[in-house]
Protein backbone atom coordinates (compact mmCIF):
# COMPACT_ATOMS: atom_id res chain seq x y z
CA UNK A 1 0.00 0.00 0.00
CA UNK A 2 1.17 3.38 -0.61
CA UNK A 3 0.62 5.43 2.31
CA UNK A 4 1.84 8.58 0.72
CA UNK A 5 -0.89 8.52 -1.72
CA UNK A 6 -3.40 6.95 0.68
CA UNK A 7 -2.39 10.30 2.74
CA UNK A 8 -2.98 12.53 0.14
CA UNK A 9 -7.46 11.20 0.30
CA UNK A 10 -9.69 13.68 2.27
CA UNK A 11 -10.14 12.41 5.52
CA UNK A 12 -9.18 12.47 8.96
CA UNK A 13 -6.97 10.16 10.05
CA UNK A 14 -3.43 11.61 9.89
CA UNK A 15 -0.60 9.44 8.56
CA UNK A 16 1.26 8.20 11.21
CA UNK A 17 -2.10 7.01 13.19
CA UNK A 18 -3.44 5.44 9.97
CA UNK A 19 0.10 3.92 9.93
CA UNK A 20 -0.57 2.50 13.82
CA UNK A 21 -4.29 1.69 12.84
CA UNK A 22 -2.77 -0.50 9.76
CA UNK A 23 -0.08 -2.67 11.87
CA UNK A 24 -2.84 -2.99 14.21
CA UNK A 25 -5.21 -4.48 11.81
CA UNK A 26 -2.68 -6.82 10.16
CA UNK A 27 -1.87 -7.99 13.88
CA UNK A 28 -5.39 -8.17 15.21
CA UNK A 29 -6.86 -9.47 11.97
CA UNK A 30 -5.09 -12.78 12.26
CA UNK A 31 -7.27 -13.80 14.64
CA UNK A 32 -11.12 -12.08 13.22
CA UNK A 33 -12.17 -9.99 10.99
CA UNK A 34 -11.74 -6.25 11.39
CA UNK A 35 -15.05 -4.06 11.83
CA UNK A 36 -14.64 -0.23 11.58
CA UNK A 37 -17.67 2.73 12.82
CA UNK A 38 -17.43 5.63 10.79
CA UNK A 39 -16.30 5.30 7.20
CA UNK A 40 -16.82 8.51 5.62
CA UNK A 41 -14.33 8.58 3.08
CA UNK A 42 -12.94 4.98 3.24
CA UNK A 43 -9.41 6.29 4.13
CA UNK A 44 -9.34 4.56 7.73
CA UNK A 45 -10.68 1.14 5.79
CA UNK A 46 -7.95 1.41 3.38
CA UNK A 47 -5.27 1.90 6.09
CA UNK A 48 -6.80 -1.26 7.38
CA UNK A 49 -7.47 -3.22 4.87
CA UNK A 50 -3.65 -2.36 4.03
CA UNK A 51 -2.76 -4.90 7.41
CA UNK A 52 -5.56 -7.48 7.07
CA UNK A 53 -4.76 -8.24 3.46
CA UNK A 54 -1.48 -9.64 4.36
CA UNK A 55 -4.19 -12.32 6.35
CA UNK A 56 -6.31 -12.18 3.77
CA UNK A 57 -9.01 -10.96 6.12
CA UNK A 58 -11.46 -8.17 5.31
CA UNK A 59 -12.52 -4.93 7.05
CA UNK A 60 -16.27 -4.21 7.93
CA UNK A 61 -17.12 -1.00 7.77
CA UNK A 62 -20.47 0.99 8.77
CA UNK A 63 -22.04 4.27 8.32
CA UNK A 64 -24.97 6.30 7.00
CA UNK A 65 -23.37 8.06 4.78
CA UNK A 66 -25.09 11.04 5.97
CA UNK A 67 -22.51 12.67 7.59
CA UNK A 68 -21.78 13.07 11.30
CA UNK A 69 -23.30 16.32 13.11
CA UNK A 70 -20.25 18.57 12.24
CA UNK A 71 -20.24 17.89 8.50
CA UNK A 72 -23.85 19.31 8.55
CA UNK A 73 -24.97 22.84 6.51
CA UNK A 74 -23.00 25.94 8.39
CA UNK A 75 -21.81 23.36 10.76
CA UNK A 76 -17.67 23.67 11.43
CA UNK A 77 -16.75 20.69 9.02
CA UNK A 78 -18.97 21.30 6.47
CA UNK A 79 -17.80 20.86 2.67
CA UNK A 80 -19.61 21.29 -0.83
CA UNK A 81 -18.02 18.68 -2.17
CA UNK A 82 -19.83 16.38 0.05
CA UNK A 83 -22.98 17.56 -0.36
CA UNK A 84 -25.57 16.06 -2.74
CA UNK A 85 -27.82 18.83 -3.89
CA UNK A 86 -30.16 16.46 -5.49
CA UNK A 87 -30.62 14.64 -2.27
CA UNK A 88 -30.96 17.43 -0.37
CA UNK A 89 -28.01 16.17 2.43
CA UNK A 90 -24.47 15.34 2.45
CA UNK A 91 -23.96 11.99 1.06
CA UNK A 92 -20.51 10.43 1.59
CA UNK A 93 -21.26 7.36 -1.01
CA UNK A 94 -19.27 8.79 -4.23
CA UNK A 95 -16.58 10.17 -2.17
CA UNK A 96 -15.93 6.59 -0.77
CA UNK A 97 -15.88 4.87 -3.91
CA UNK A 98 -13.56 7.30 -5.52
CA UNK A 99 -11.20 6.68 -2.54
CA UNK A 100 -11.43 2.71 -2.35
CA UNK A 101 -11.42 2.85 -6.26
CA UNK A 102 -7.43 4.03 -6.28
CA UNK A 103 -6.50 1.19 -4.37
CA UNK A 104 -6.18 -3.06 -5.00
CA UNK A 105 -6.62 -3.09 -0.90
CA UNK A 106 -10.09 -1.89 -1.71
CA UNK A 107 -11.27 -5.56 -2.03
CA UNK A 108 -10.81 -6.35 1.02
CA UNK A 109 -13.10 -3.81 2.12
CA UNK A 110 -17.09 -4.51 2.79
CA UNK A 111 -19.30 -1.24 3.04
CA UNK A 112 -22.31 -0.70 4.88
CA UNK A 113 -24.75 1.62 4.44
CA UNK A 114 -26.76 1.14 7.55
CA UNK A 115 -27.09 3.09 10.89
CA UNK A 116 -24.71 1.02 13.15
CA UNK A 117 -27.35 1.01 16.12
CA UNK A 118 -30.21 -0.34 13.79
CA UNK A 119 -27.45 -3.98 12.76
CA UNK A 120 -25.87 -4.38 16.32
CA UNK A 121 -29.01 -6.46 17.84
CA UNK A 122 -28.31 -9.13 14.45
CA UNK A 123 -25.16 -8.85 14.28
CA UNK A 124 -23.47 -11.80 15.37
CA UNK A 125 -19.96 -12.18 13.87
CA UNK A 126 -17.06 -11.92 16.48
CA UNK A 127 -14.29 -9.84 15.78
CA UNK A 128 -10.49 -9.45 15.96
CA UNK A 129 -10.04 -5.95 15.54
CA UNK A 130 -12.75 -2.90 16.45
CA UNK A 131 -12.53 0.43 15.52
CA UNK A 132 -14.87 2.92 16.97
CA UNK A 133 -14.38 6.56 14.71
CA UNK A 134 -18.16 7.07 14.56
CA UNK A 135 -20.05 10.24 15.53
CA UNK A 136 -18.48 12.04 18.65
CA UNK A 137 -21.71 12.78 20.52
CA UNK A 138 -21.69 11.15 23.84
CA UNK A 139 -24.58 8.96 22.93
CA UNK A 140 -23.11 7.92 19.61
CA UNK A 141 -19.76 6.80 21.50
CA UNK A 142 -21.20 5.32 24.35
CA UNK A 143 -23.96 3.63 22.21
CA UNK A 144 -21.16 2.03 19.88
CA UNK A 145 -18.64 0.96 22.96
CA UNK A 146 -21.91 -0.77 24.42
CA UNK A 147 -23.51 -2.50 21.32
CA UNK A 148 -19.92 -3.63 19.47
CA UNK A 149 -17.03 -4.13 22.10
CA UNK A 150 -18.95 -7.46 22.95
CA UNK A 151 -18.21 -8.55 19.70
CA UNK A 152 -14.69 -8.44 20.28
CA UNK A 153 -13.30 -11.74 20.72
CA UNK A 154 -10.30 -12.41 23.31
CA UNK A 155 -6.93 -11.25 22.97
CA UNK A 156 -8.61 -9.21 20.25
CA UNK A 157 -8.09 -5.11 19.82
CA UNK A 158 -10.54 -2.56 20.52
CA UNK A 159 -8.91 0.83 18.81
CA UNK A 160 -10.77 4.27 19.39
CA UNK A 161 -9.66 7.72 17.67
CA UNK A 162 -9.68 11.19 18.75
CA UNK A 163 -8.55 10.77 22.59
CA UNK A 164 -7.92 14.24 24.03
CA UNK A 165 -8.00 14.07 28.05
CA UNK A 166 -8.12 17.95 27.76
CA UNK A 167 -11.64 19.23 26.74
CA UNK A 168 -10.32 22.52 25.27
CA UNK A 169 -8.62 20.36 22.23
CA UNK A 170 -11.35 17.96 21.66
CA UNK A 171 -14.69 16.19 22.64
CA UNK A 172 -14.58 14.14 25.14
CA UNK A 173 -16.75 11.41 24.02
CA UNK A 174 -14.06 9.16 22.67
CA UNK A 175 -11.94 9.74 26.07
CA UNK A 176 -14.67 8.68 27.93
CA UNK A 177 -15.63 5.05 26.13
CA UNK A 178 -11.83 4.27 25.92
CA UNK A 179 -11.97 5.20 29.82
CA UNK A 180 -15.04 2.80 30.38
CA UNK A 181 -13.24 0.37 28.22
CA UNK A 182 -10.31 -0.13 30.79
CA UNK A 183 -12.23 -0.52 33.51
CA UNK A 184 -14.13 -3.12 31.74
CA UNK A 185 -11.43 -5.81 30.79
CA UNK A 186 -9.43 -3.70 28.20
CA UNK A 187 -5.44 -3.11 28.32
CA UNK A 188 -3.90 -0.31 26.59
CA UNK A 189 -1.60 -1.74 24.65
CA UNK A 190 -0.42 0.86 22.56
CA UNK A 191 -1.02 4.39 21.88
CA UNK A 192 -0.22 6.83 19.00
CA UNK A 193 -1.42 10.46 19.37
CA UNK A 194 -4.96 10.32 19.55
CA UNK A 195 -5.50 7.17 18.27
CA UNK A 196 -5.44 3.62 21.42
CA UNK A 197 -5.33 0.28 20.89
CA UNK A 198 -6.85 -1.85 23.75
CA UNK A 199 -6.58 -5.86 24.02
CA UNK A 200 -10.13 -7.44 25.56
CA UNK A 201 -8.52 -9.73 28.10
MG1 LIG B 1 -11.70 10.36 13.78
Given at each position: ????K????K??M????G?????????????????E?G???????????A?T??????????????G?????V??G???????D??L??V??????Q?N??Q????????P??????????I?????????ID?????????????????R?????A?V?????E???E??????????K?????????????T?????K?
Open positions: MDFKLNTLGFPQHEEALSRWAEKFSSIGPALITFGGKSSLYMAGSKNEQVVFTIDHHSSEEHQGEYFDPDIYESGRNTVPLMSLNFEESRYVVMIVNANLLAPWTMSLGLLFGSHTEISAQNDYVNWNKVLTGGLIHDIYNPDGGQAPFLIYQALEEGFNLYERVDIVCLIT
